[in-house]
């Protein structure tokens, strides 16, 4: 497809590169993406999945923390820790769900507040960056924190609230990963 557009000049050969790294991530993206729904739809959750990539995406983009360094690594992780929250849901006791999901929220957001963001090995970031991203990380968590405390107090389908807090407690734990690799060598 990009050698096709490289012909018609459609694009240059300099930015061949580009392109091939673009159509990986879209491709890896993807798939990650309907891995999720797949999951959702077999176990029954899928509310929750939607409820988790809106909640996720945006909060991974600005604080960052541990990534891994290839797109099977980072799939197989996603999928194995997607699945781990998956069961949790499916084994609790529907009267934890709100209380588990508020602390738990909170002490994910007070994390993601003051640790993002964190660069990893494999995506770094420059300070003008660093600061840029930690302002919307932490826009997005008290956003998200808002959402969820209101749909908690109005009783909102216990799903959604629990992959909610499900995501701002996946993130926290990607951020916790590359402090803790660092402190643990020192």
Same mark, same amino acid.
């Given at each position: 497809?990009?050698?096709?557009?490289?012909?018609?000049?459609?694009?240059?050969?300099?930015?061949? #590169?580009?392109? #091939?790294?673009?159509?990986?991530?879209?491709f890896a993206r993807i798939i990650g993406v309907f891995t999720l729904v797949a999951i959702g739809f077999l176990f029954n959750c899928a509310f929750g999945v939607i409820a988790f990539c809106f909640?996720?995406?945006?909060?991974?983009?600005?604080?960052?923390?541990?990534?891994? !360094?290839?797109?099977?690594g980072c799939y197989l992780a996603s999928v194995v820790a997607f699945l781990l929250i998956v069961c949790v849901y499916n084994v609790l006791d529907v009267a934890w769900v709100a209380p588990l999901v508020v602390v738990g929220s909170m002490a994910s957001a007070i994390i993601?507040?003051?640790m993002s963001p964190v660069a990893d090995p494999n995506k770094p970031l420059d300070e003008k960056?660093?600061?840029?991203?930690?302002?919307?990380? !932490?826009?997005?968590?008290?956003?998200?924190?808002?959402?969820?405390?209101?749909?908690?107090?109005?009783?909102?389908?216990?799903?959604?609230?629990?992959? /909610?807090?499900?995501? /701002?407690t996946m993130e926290a734990i990607l951020l916790i990963i590359p402090y803790s690799r660092k402190h643990s060598r020192a």
């Open positions: 497809m990009i050698q096709i557009a490289i012909r018609n000049n459609i694009i240059t050969e300099q930015e061949q #590169e580009l392109y #091939e790294y673009s159509y990986e991530t879209m909640t996720f995406t945006p909060i991974r983009i600005y604080a960052g923390g541990f990534h891994a !360094r290839g797109y099977a993601i507040f003051f960056e660093s600061i840029q991203y930690r302002e919307k990380a !932490r826009v997005i968590i008290a956003v998200e924190v808002l959402a969820i405390v209101i749909m908690v107090n109005i009783t909102i389908f216990n799903q959604i609230i629990f992959f /909610m807090g499900a995501a /701002m």
